[in-house]
């Protein structure tokens, strides 16, 4: 059984930063395409970002481009989610979640992380 958890959320002004985690447990983290995804209140779940199994090839979201970074640890079975110059459009539910090689869509979530921007 996969799980992911993730960590690092939390209450940040705007124009300040946050990095996110995502702990996935298992042998087969390097396996995985991992993304992150967030939720907004009366808002539809959004891709964020995404990477690859190597790392070097990664995906950004036009409202987040040039302010997040996306990155793993495949040593540490880690994702992370480096969020800067935060705005309070970016608060949300944050979710990572893990698509396997052979997968269309992603079948292993975490439970979220609330990040929240204040003015």
């Known amino acids: 059984q996969v799980q992911l958890v993730e960590s690092g959320g939390g209450l940040v002004q705007a124009g300040g930063s946050l990095r996110l985690s995502c702990a996935v447990s298992g042998r087969t983290f390097i396996r995985y395409t991992m993304a992150w995804f967030r939720q907004a209140p009366g808002k539809e779940r959004e891709s964020v970002a995404d990477?690859?199994?190597?790392?070097?090839?990664?995906y950004f979201s036009d409202s987040v481009k040039d302010r997040f970074t996306i990155s793993r640890d495949n040593a540490k079975n880690t994702a992370y989610l480096q969020m800067n110059s935060l705005k309070p459009d970016d608060t949300a539910v944050y979710y990572c979640a893990a698509r396997g090689p052979r997968s269309n869509g992603y079948e292993y979530w975490g439970q979220g992380t609330q990040v929240t921007v204040s003015s």
């Open positions: 990477i690859s199994v190597s790392g070097d090839s990664t």
